[in-house]
């Protein structure tokens, strides 16, 4: 039977791309790429010339991986040779072993990668949050292969130096990543395979490093990488131990303190987890600053209003003394004059800040959180449950996620966000710091949403909101600007990143 319709939908790949074929992605993707920068350069030269391929290959490198090459060539890094690499001595190695908190649950990580796989040609590599490997075992012969390409102990294993990885792609995007072959950016790399599962401190949900196996591209597994992240998981597991085994022996300090102190009180450790209370409802976790508490005695906390702060061992003394409006939300006083400020210029920790008539408060950010705030902050008029779903996973259809963490959001922020449609209060001052490179917006963000962003504020059509732009100068006309640019808090800006705003009486429930 004649088909009369046209396809609209390309058939899904079942098989996993050979190493040949993701050459040939890699090759056509950065002569395309250097093709369409000559051709803005070169007026004369069309914008298609130059590009690779003949529309048969229909393989095109996975966004993760996009994102990084497009980042490494705007970077100027040279596929073939890479940059200077940085190489600790063993001093400085051993100092980031003891500081990473890591070296505890080696045993673990050693138990369930390296036995589990002792006939496979495989390295394991321990790294820092700042990409530095600190521990690397594995088969002999292996490791002189990857002494050849500068993968040692000590070695700093970053995009910007040795490009897109398994391990600086998990440390970037926070979540477990396969670089196979042509997937790395630099040539000498392609005959490598590497799967990388980021490791977070379960007390503060900070990054502090990475488990990575790999091996030669032509061995590849495909449980290793089921099996880094079972690992990464257990090494969080184990950290957790620890940190239970900590509270119970401040707990234990604590309780002669509580039963002297006059009025409600509580201990909390290092990362705001609640260890003992007295006269207090029960508290999981007060929301620390991003660098702990210093400076003055009171401090505003979100939930118990102001408290009298008092070291304790490895811990704090929190007495309040002018409680809050009882419900875990921010008092009314709080809210007058407040003014927001979402810090996303580290890419491993985002932060937010809030200041108000009654002081401020400030604390990191899960990533879920940080996407949700960026995209209420581009889009001030508000947006609807389903919109915002759409903007973070692609499906409108994801309301019931969407809402639950807005629920969260708002047990501290109370007032401060508003909703049908949610949107931040319109006296609220927001400002939102975001990296020198737009590519470093958010790396671990896979939402359509914030790769829009990202795409848009490179190509300077907006910017985020409380950006500051120098105002050209009139004597150089190649600074002259023809129109002023939105910020990217007005509707118009917006429409390019993320789903147009309804108005209020569009979202009919919370």
């Known amino acids: 039977m004649r088909q009369t319709g046209r396809q609209t939908r390309r058939p899904e790949r ?55 090459w497009e980042r490494l060539r705007r970077l100027g ?43 496979a040609p495989l ?25 050849r390409i500068g993968f040692l102990i000590g070695a ?70 089921q099996l880094t992240t079972t690992a990464a998981r257990l090494a969080e597991t184990e950290l957790r131990a620890h940190r239970l085994e900590s509270l119970h022996q401040l707990r234990t300090m604590a309780a002669p303190l509580l039963a002297r102190v006059a009025g409600p009180a509580l201990v909390v450790d290092a990362a705001g987890w609640t260890a003992a209370s007295a006269g207090l409802p029960p508290l999981g976790r007060l929301r620390l ?27 704090w003394l929190v007495r309040p003394v002018r409680p809050s409006d009882g419900d875990g939300t921010l008092a009314a006083e709080q809210l007058e004059g407040a003014r927001l400020r979402l810090d996303l210029r580290r890419a491993d920790r985002p932060e937010l800040s809030v200041q108000g008539a009654a002081g401020g408060w400030s604390h990191a950010l899960s990533p879920r959180h940080a996407e949700l705030l960026l995209l209420l902050a581009t889009g001030r ?24 963490e807005l629920s969260r959001l708002r ?13 931040f209060a319109e006296s609220v001052l927001v400002t939102v710091l975001g990296p020198d490179d737009p590519y470093d917006l958010l790396p671990s963000s896979s939402a359509p949403a914030v790769r829009r962003l990202r795409t848009a504020l490179a190509a300077g059509t907006v910017r985020l909101p409380g950006t500051v732009v ?35 009486s569009s979202e009919t429930s919370a």
């Open 14 to 68: 079942r098989t996993a791309p050979t190493a040949a074929e993701l050459a040939k992605v890699h090759d056509r993707t950065l002569a395309g790429a250097a093709a369409r920068e000559a051709a803005r350069e070169n007026t004369q030269q069309p914008a298609g010339t130059g590009t690779a391929g003949n529309g048969q290959d229909l393989l095109e490198p996975r966004p993760e991986i996009g994102d990084s």
């Open 77 to 119: 890094l040279d596929p073939d040779s890479g940059a200077a690499a940085v190489h600790l001595g063993p001093a400085e190695v051993e100092l980031r072993r003891r500081a990473s908190g890591l070296e505890a649950v080696m045993p673990v990580l050693r138990e369930t990668l390296i036995q589990p796989v002792d006939q």
């Open 123 to 147: 390295i394991l590599a321990i790294a820092d949050a700042e990409g530095h490997v600190l521990w690397q075992e594995g088969e002999r012969g292996l490791r002189r292969s990857a002494d």
């Open 156 to 225: 700093r294993w970053i995009e910007e130096s040795v490009g897109t990885n398994g391990i600086a792609a998990a440390l970037r995007t926070q979540r477990p990543m396969h670089v196979h072959s042509a997937e790395h950016y630099l040539r000498s790399h392609h005959s490598w395979t590497c799967v990388a599962a980021p490791v977070h401190d379960p007390g503060t949900g900070q990054l502090i490093g990475a488990v990575n196996l790999s091996g030669p591209a032509h061995s590849v597994r495909p449980y290793l990488l």
């Open 289 to 315: 600053p991003a660098e702990s508490w210093g400076g003055t005695a009171v401090q505003w906390v979100p939930g118990l209003g102001e408290c009298v702060l008092e070291p304790l061992a490895d811990g």
């Open 381 to 404: 008029n508000g947006s609807t449950a389903a919109q915002l779903a759409d903007a973070l996973f692609g499906d409108p259809a994801r309301t019931v996620t969407v809402r639950a």
């Open 411 to 423: 047990r501290y922020l109370g007032g401060l966000l508003a909703h049908r449609p949610y949107r």
């Open 470 to 504: 120098p105002e050209p100068r009139a004597s150089d006309p190649r600074t002259r600007v023809s129109a002023p640019q939105p910020p990217a808090s007005r509707a118009a800006s917006w429409a390019s990143v993320g789903p147009q705003a309804r108005s209020a």
